[in-house]
């Protein structure tokens, strides 16, 4: 496998620098398909470990350095192709004949590999194998016809928080996995740890890529535990109502200002979306200005919520409710929510700091 990563490596720098040269001279970018021919002419031959990978590879990484020159002129913003190093993103495209067993995967060239997990008995046509911090890593695309599923609640509000990860209108609470309070822990070790070693040094690279390793299992662990909540949402409810959080919004938000870091409320959001669509659910909205945690849940009454005061304790009608499950009762219910008076609310709120 680092065979092929390197081939195609190799493929996509001699590729770009033979489009930077042609550039240079003020000729015109080859194709995907000239390229791959002048490859095969000129580099194969000169290369011999060429011929021990699959010819995918190579041929792949040409139509990748085509797709990222196109992109530099379509969209904004993007930068001209880099070269790519060793151990950076490594990674590499296969197609052809491949067979799925369990946990084991046969692929072109390189044969049979087992799987840490189970694979879906399917015949994927094509595969992408990366390396994440010294892992190697497959995906292909299958087809899912999307089904219905039957719905146990018709309507649930959900509250996006950093301690719980969410907690619902039912009164239920998503928690941060132990595992991912466990890796941020090492992590922190690690850091130190680094610190300590010597620039160039051989215990430095091993510090280096524990470090990357525990950057990955946190990542792995966020992932898979906001998989597990939005498939549970969208699965067992008729209509999920969120809080639209826009980045102005976000940043403002001092309790969700570490999950924003983390990149975990568009993804939550973006999961929610098509998986609400796949099992026929109906994802909602409600307004990021919305004061969710200000309103008492049971009686309507409205007053200021610091983020310090973790219960919810109502002058009016006296109930006293967890501040996030108050929260998630409102996003659940805000049906008779007024826009306009909101605006008002904001305006005054501006006139009085002026
Ligand atoms: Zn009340």
Not at 246 to 264: P, R, T, W
Not at 342 to 350: A, E, P, W
């Given at each position: 496998m680092a065979k092929h990563a390197g081939v195609a490596r190799h493929a996509w720098n001699w590729g770009l620098a033979t489009c930077q040269e042609i550039y240079e001279s003020g000729g015109k970018r080859p194709t995907a398909i000239d390229l791959h021919k002048k490859l095969v002419a000129e580099v194969k031959?000169?290369?011999?470990?060429?011929?021990?990978?699959?010819?995918?590879?190579?041929?792949?990484?040409?139509?990748?350095?085509?797709?990222?020159?196109?992109?530099?002129?379509?969209?904004?913003?993007?930068?001209?192709?880099?070269?790519?190093?060793?151990?950076?993103?490594?990674?590499?495209?296969?197609?052809?004949?491949?067979?799925?067993?369990?946990?084991?995967?046969?692929?072109?060239?390189?044969?049979?590999?087992?799987?840490?997990?189970?694979?879906?008995?399917v015949e994927p046509k094509n595969v992408t194998i990366s390396k994440r911090a010294g892992d190697w890593h497959i995906s292909f695309k299958i087809d899912v016809t999307p089904e219905g599923t039957s719905k146990t609640r018709d309507r649930i509000g959900v509250d996006i928080g950093i301690n719980t990860l969410a907690t619902m209108s039912d009164g239920t609470t998503h928690p941060n996995p132990k595992a991912y309070r466990r890796a941020k822990r090492k992590l922190a070790k690690l850091q130190k740890?680094?610190?300590?070693?010597?620039?160039?040094?051989?215990?430095?690279?091993?510090?280096?890529?524990?470090?990357?390793?525990?950057h990955k299992r946190i990542a792995d662990v966020r992932a898979d535990s906001l998989h597990k909540l939005t498939t549970y949402l969208a699965k067992n409810h008729g209509e999920v109502r969120i809080e639209?959080?826009?980045?102005?919004?976000?940043?403002?938000?001092?309790?969700?200002?570490?999950?924003?870091?983390?990149?975990?409320?568009?993804?939550?959001?973006?999961?929610l979306e098509y998986k609400?669509?796949?099992?026929?659910?109906?994802?909602?909205?409600?307004?990021?200005?919305?004061?969710?945690?200000?309103?008492?849940?049971?009686?309507?009454?409205?007053q200021k919520m610091p983020l310090s005061k973790r219960t919810y304790e109502c002058p009016n009608c006296g109930?006293?409710?967890?501040?996030?499950?108050?929260?998630?009762?409102?996003?659940?219910?805000?049906?008779?929510?007024d826009r306009a008076?909101?605006?008002?609310?904001?305006?005054?709120?501006?006139?009085?700091r002026k």
């Open positions: 031959s000169a290369n011999p470990w060429y011929y021990e990978v699959s010819k995918c590879a190579p041929q792949e990484a040409l139509r990748n350095l085509d797709k990222a020159f196109k992109r530099v002129w379509k969209v904004k913003g993007t930068g001209f192709p880099k070269f790519k190093k060793k151990n950076v993103n490594d990674s590499f495209y296969l197609e052809g004949s491949i067979r799925i067993s369990g946990d084991w995967i046969k692929l072109p060239k390189i044969g049979w590999v087992r799987s840490h997990e189970e694979l879906p008995p740890e680094l610190s300590r070693r010597q620039k160039g040094g051989k215990n430095r690279e091993k510090t280096k890529l524990k470090l990357a390793k525990a639209n959080l826009n980045v102005s919004g976000m940043l403002k938000n001092h309790k969700l200002a570490g999950a924003i870091a983390d990149g975990g409320f568009y993804e939550f959001r973006r999961q609400c669509d796949w099992y026929g659910s109906k994802l909602t909205l409600i307004d990021q200005w919305y004061p969710s945690s200000q309103i008492c849940s049971n009686c309507g009454h409205q109930i006293s409710i967890d501040r996030d499950l108050n929260a998630s009762i409102n996003l659940e219910c805000a049906e008779s929510f008076s909101l605006v008002v609310d904001r305006s005054q709120k501006i006139q009085a």
